[in-house]
Nanobody, 130 residues
């Protein structure tokens, strides 16, 4: 069973940056597509970013486009979400999710859907103070 651990959340002021990490084990990360989701108090979980198995396809929600960057280091079994110019509305618990898909799968215009990922981390909280 895949285990996922997120880290890197915390308290930051508006305009600041954080880098979230998502580490998977025991299998190798290069088999998995990764999605980052977030859930703010009283709101539904939303897809924030996504990276395909091959790294060819990525996705960013409009609300974070230009500010967040997703990347992976397969040798470290880790996916990162670099979050820059953070805003108060980015405050949420951030979750990493993974599932194995064929490396050549096409993800054209894909928007992350929580039902597409079977393995989830426990979440890491991000608080952006005004």
């Amino acid at each position: 069973q895949l285990q996922i651990v997120e880290s890197g959340g915390g308290l930051v002021h508006t305009g600041g940056s954080l880098r979230l990490s998502c580490t998977v084990s025991p299998l190798t990360l290069d088999l998995y597509a990764i999605g980052w989701f977030r859930q703010a108090p009283g709101k539904d979980r939303e897809g924030v970013s996504f990276i395909s198995v091959s790294d060819v396809d990525t996705y960013y929600a409009d609300s974070v486009k230009g500010r967040f960057i997703i990347s992976r280091q397969n040798v470290k079994n880790t996916v990162y979400l670099q979050m820059n110019n953070l805003k108060h509305e980015d405050t949420a618990v951030y979750y990493c999710a993974a599932d194995d898909y064929p490396p050549d799968m096409q993800w054209n215009d894909y928007t992350p859907d929580a039902t597409d990922f079977r393995s989830w981390g426990q979440g890491t909280p991000v608080t952006v103070s005004s």
